[in-house]
């Protein structure tokens, strides 16, 4: 949907913002002389009451939000999704590639993130066990993917995070 754009009230999903509502395309309030367009984005699953303003022409993080059917297939794939590589020994590569996949805003990716976050934590050598950075990787994903699969699925994030960990996740000895 690239060059097209987005509308009033529509929902869309934004960077690490995820799920927002356009609540106006117009100049920045605080612009004289600028006319670019801006989006107004109302972010649905924020704790804070923020704002974001979204530039209509570099729309490179602004995405449509999955269909259903893309929702339900993205969850059906769960079980069969491999496993992200992870290590324990060089822990600023892991670090930068977990980064890489939470700003890939791609569901599929968050999900493989979380299977593999939690795969680590139960099953982790030389221990079960994830770092404080990991652990904020592992909540923003949930936090994004549930956030955009609560909304096309009607729903609530709380119950999509509840599904995720219902679902079995078996050790594998290709994570060492």
Same mark, same amino acid.
């Given at each position: 949907?690239?060059?097209?754009?987005?509308?009033?009230?529509?929902?869309?999903?934004?960077?690490?913002?995820?799920?927002?509502?356009?609540?106006?395309?117009?100049?920045?309030?605080?612009?004289?002389?600028?006319?670019?367009?801006?989006?107004?984005?109302? /972010?649905?699953?924020?704790?804070?009451?923020?704002?974001?303003?979204?530039?209509? &022409? %570099?729309?490179? *993080? @602004?995405?449509?939000? !999955?269909?259903?059917?893309?929702?339900?297939?993205?969850?059906?794939?769960?079980?069969?999704?491999?496993?992200?590589?992870?290590?324990?020994?060089?822990?600023?590569?892991?670090?930068?590639?977990?980064?890489?996949?939470?700003?890939?805003?791609?569901?599929?990716?968050?999900?493989?993130?979380?299977?593999?976050?939690?795969?680590?934590?139960?099953?982790?050598? /030389?221990?079960?066990?994830?770092?404080?950075?990991?652990?904020?990787?592992?909540? &923003? %994903?949930?936090? *994004? @993917?549930?956030?955009? !699969?609560?909304?096309?699925?009607?729903?609530?994030?709380?119950?999509?995070?509840?599904?995720?960990?219902?679902?079995?996740?078996?050790?594998?000895?290709?994570?060492?």
């Amino acid at each position: 949907r690239m060059n097209q754009m987005y509308q009033k009230t529509e929902l869309v999903f934004y960077g690490s913002a995820g799920v927002c509502r356009i609540t106006d395309i117009a100049p920045l309030p605080s612009a004289t002389k600028e006319n670019k367009l801006y989006y107004t984005l109302v /972010p649905l699953f924020s704790p804070f009451a923020e704002v974001v303003y979204a530039p209509v &022409q %570099a729309n490179a *993080l @602004l995405r449509p939000l !999955l269909t259903k059917a893309q929702a339900q297939d993205c969850m059906a794939q769960f079980q069969t999704l491999p496993l992200l590589p992870y290590q324990t020994i060089n822990h600023k590569s892991a670090h930068a590639f977990y980064l890489e996949i939470l700003r890939s805003y791609i569901p599929l990716s968050y999900l493989r993130l979380i299977k593999t976050l939690r795969h680590k934590a139960l099953y982790g050598l /030389p221990r079960p066990k994830l770092c404080q950075k990991e652990q904020q990787y592992l909540k &923003q %994903a949930e936090t *994004l @993917l549930c956030g955009e !699969l609560a909304v096309v699925l009607q729903t609530t994030p709380a119950q999509i995070r509840a599904w995720l960990y219902a679902q079995d996740i078996t050790p594998c000895c290709v994570c060492m």
